[in-house]
């Protein structure tokens, strides 16, 4: 492509899409690049409306900043030393060619692990994974939210694995513009909209249609600033929100009161198995009440009954409805699969699906990506995949945090037609993703990257480390290869997004990326090339330019575009194209697998209730004991945000919030430093107090410790808290690692 014309760039503001996290606002560019860019708001944006968010407004010093990583850089010293020396684009390509090829002779092409911290914009990784042979291509959503992702999808069908209230408005139909709202009731299971801010337009949907009567419900162990707008506080023990819903689905089974019988009869199947299931008199063991019933919900959840019942009452008589489950909250319990697919089940029984006012299905995926080619493309050999994971029946693309055990210890194959064979992971190329900082256990990570290899004890067990990314971090220091990686505003890409009206979008590269940096495209065709000589590239790695693989990308949506490439189009209309939302989508392409009804007795339901009904007793802990959860600041998405303080801010300083109660009772108080301690390690911090947290609770910042100098700002109090996170405490269905409800204890540093 010809370099654009900075004069004509730096005089008309240009828009593009932001990827400070995944919900790809929409972004205008002004300014020269040599001299700093400035980013506003995209009016015209259907995702974001204009809004803007902290981290996206800092976007452009990241880019901008002083230690980015420029050039290759070859490991010198031992892992974890972070000693590198400056190298050549061909010295690294050959190199890591040479060692993939070795490694894929020896131990096969299962052998190459490939790990996303983000992949919108890397389509063509997975086009070099199938022509490598391995099916191993794990993005982060393990780290994430696949316990909620696939709890919905299961029911809902695929594609659905995050269907949203319909709060948006205006909302442009099929039947036209709709401007009022609808709904009468929103619970949140661990949401904060307010704060999170992920799409612009829910918190503000949230306040409109308050104005119009709806009634707002929030279970969260932390009074939000969600918290604060609802009707219904409701502050539940971590890790027993899935107690709440399965109170409500026996309410409704049990009484049929709120259930919609139309849509019943005509769009689900198995309503008597979920039945007998749900409502068949059971007594909990642990203490004597029965399952599923309101006393049961409120002894496990730590709530007091009448609150409970509110809740139940207000979800089997108030509609339309919707409800959200919270993607660093709910999914980040071991009962997170099991409250998402739970609540799709109330949502399926009241008829508040893809309905005005309810919880809007998304449209299913039309774009031609590549993940969804890897398995086809290596057919037989994508089965060792599903055997790997075996144990994770609903995992999605990969659990993560197994990567530290298939280092040290290799994969046993126990199922498939590959049962009884092993292989080893001897090459791993981590793409913009930190997990030192952001997997569970870090001791294991570091074990795994710094042990020895048995038999030759001067190589290491991973034979191949090399790390894609912006900046230096903890993860990159023990790489053999650190690749710098291009600026998203360096770069271009396709977007889809559901916000109401399904929305898809052309990330355009505002800016060259800096001498020395190669756009994702160049990169991996190049090392497509070096590790394959004379080998025809496939798929997006046979593109000539960026506008050719993001046109083959949009090729399902030709319709839309007239002819013309789609590119072209994109740019000549702003970058978006939105089209209608619709309702009751089901009734013209079904739900799973095109299925006409929902099956209401997934065997996810049955196997694993029991397992999640395991966890320590409910009610207040006492003593020293506590239970431990995360989250994030307005600043903090990923470990790469964390270098965006705004300058002059005084607020550097990281804390731990405690019930001001328990701190009393302890002998703390706001400033003073103490010592976390679980099972896996030990971290210090310094405390907050707070009346808006509940009892036994322990709340900490996700994703600020950090090795020394590799920050530009000084942040006192700093941790990380995956020192005390088990890398074997997983949801059973999904293998999502539990960052929340950790067992630990405090006490003052001495």
């Known amino acids: 492509m010809s370099e654009p014309d900075t004069n004509k760039r730096a005089q008309s503001p240009r828009p593009t899409v932001c990827y400070m996290c995944s919900s790809e606002c929409g972004l205008l560019v002004s300014g020269d690049p040599s001299a700093g860019l400035r980013l506003a708001g995209n ?14 407004a800092l976007a452009e010093s990241l ?12 490991r010198t010293g031992l892992r974890g030393e972070g000693l590198f020396r400056p190298a050549s684009w061909e010295e690294a390509l050959e190199d890591i060619s040479r060692r993939l090829r070795v490694a894929r002779e020896l131990y096969g092409p299962e052998s190459l692990t490939i790990l996303f911290g983000e992949k919108p914009d890397h389509d063509m990784v997975y086009d070099f994974a199938a022509m490598y042979g391995t099916p191993n291509v794990l993005d982060h959503n393990s780290l994430c939210d696949t316990s909620r992702r696939y709890g919905f999808s299961r029911v809902f069908g695929d594609g659905q694995e995050r269907p949203l209230p319909d709060l948006q408005r205006p909302l442009l139909t099929e039947e036209g513009v709709r401007s009022g709202h609808d709904c009468r009731l929103l619970v949140l299971f661990g949401e904060n909209p307010a704060e999170a801010r992920r799409f612009f337009w829910l918190w503000d949907g949230i306040l409109g249609a308050r104005r119009s009567g709806m009634r707002l419900i929030v279970a969260d162990p932390l009074r939000t600033p969600a918290a604060r707008e609802a009707d219904l506080w409701l502050p539940v023990l971590p890790g027993e929100d899935w107690a709440l819903i399965m109170a409500v689905l026996r309410r409704l089974l049990e009484t049929g009161a709120g259930m919609d019988r139309d849509f019943m009869e005509k769009h689900t199947k198995r309503f008597e198995e979920l039945r007998q299931l749900v409502v068949t008199e059971r007594r909990d063991p642990e203490n004597g009440l029965v399952l599923h019933g309101v006393p049961w919900a409120a002894a496990r959840t730590g709530l007091q009954e009448e609150s409970v019942e509110e809740l139940v009452h207000a979800m089997t008589s108030i509609h339309p409805a919707a409800a959200m489950v ?60 599903k055997d790997v994971y075996g144990a994770y029946p609903e995992a999605g693309q990969g659990v993560v945090q197994r990567i530290p055990k298939d280092i040290l210890e290799g994969v046993s194959l126990t199922k498939g037609p590959f049962a009884g064979g092993k292989y080893v992971t001897k090459s791993l190329l981590a793409v913009h993703t930190n997990p030192l900082l952001t997997a569970p256990e870090s001791a294991l990570w570091r074990k795994a990257l710094t042990e020895r290899d048995r038999d030759t004890p001067e190589e290491y067990r991973l034979g191949l480390f090399v790390v894609n990314a912006t900046l230096m971090n ?76 993001c046109d083959a990308v949009l090729a399902p949506l030709a319709e839309y575009f007239g002819g013309v490439s789609p590119c072209a189009w994109l740019r000549a209309h702003g970058g978006f194209l939105s089209l209608p939302a619709a309702y009751r989508k089901y009734e013209k392409t079904g739900f799973v697998l095109g299925e006409s009804r929902i099956d209401l007795m997934p065997e996810a339901l049955r196997r694993y209730r029991e397992e999640v009904r395991e966890p320590s007793p409910a009610g207040p802990v006492s003593g020293k004991s506590f239970r431990l959860i995360s989250g994030r600041s307005p600043w903090q998405t990923h470990t790469i945000t964390q270098d965006l303080y705004p300058a002059g801010d005084a607020r550097r300083r990281v804390t731990m919030l405690i019930n001001d109660r328990d701190a009393e009772e302890l002998g703390l108080q706001s400033g003073d430093k103490a010592v976390v301690s679980g099972t896996k390690g030990s971290i210090r911090v310094i405390l907050e107090t707070s009346a808006d947290l509940r009892r036994g609770v322990l709340r900490g910042q996700y994703g600020w410790g950090t090795s020394a100098g590799l920050l530009r ?31 630990v204890t405090i006490r003052r540093e001495k």
């Open 43 to 56: 009016p015209a944006s259907p995702m974001s409306r204009g809004g803007l968010c902290p981290k996206a």
């Open 63 to 74: 880019r901008r900043f002083p230690g980015r990583l420029r050039t290759p850089l070859k």
């Open 326 to 385: 919270g993607m660093n909250g709910v999914a980040h319990h071991r009962s997170g699969y099991l409250a998402a697919q739970a609540l799709a089940l109330v949502m399926a029984l009241t008829g508040n699906v893809d309905v005005p006012g309810g919880l809007m299905l998304r449209n299913r995926d039309p774009l031609n990506r590549p993940a969804k080619r890897l398995a086809a493309n290596l057919g037989e050999q994508a089965y060792r995949h």
């Open 474 to 549: 903890e993860t990159a220091r023990y790489a053999d290869w650190v690749l710098p990686m291009a600026h998203f505003l360096e770069r271009q890409g396709v977007v889809w997004q559901e916000t109401g009206n399904p929305v898809f979008a052309l990330r355009e590269a505002v800016a060259e990326p800096p001498a020395g940096v190669l756009s994702p495209l160049v990169l991996w065709k190049a090392l497509a090339s070096a590790t394959f000589p004379g080998k025809k590239p496939r798929g997006t790695l046979a593109a000539e330019n960026d506008d050719a693989w």
């Open 713 to 743: 700002f000084s942040l006192e109090g700093s941790y990380n808290l995956n020192e005390l996170t088990d890398a074997d405490a997983l949801d059973p269905a999904t293998g999502d690692a539990c960052f929340g409800d950790l067992r």
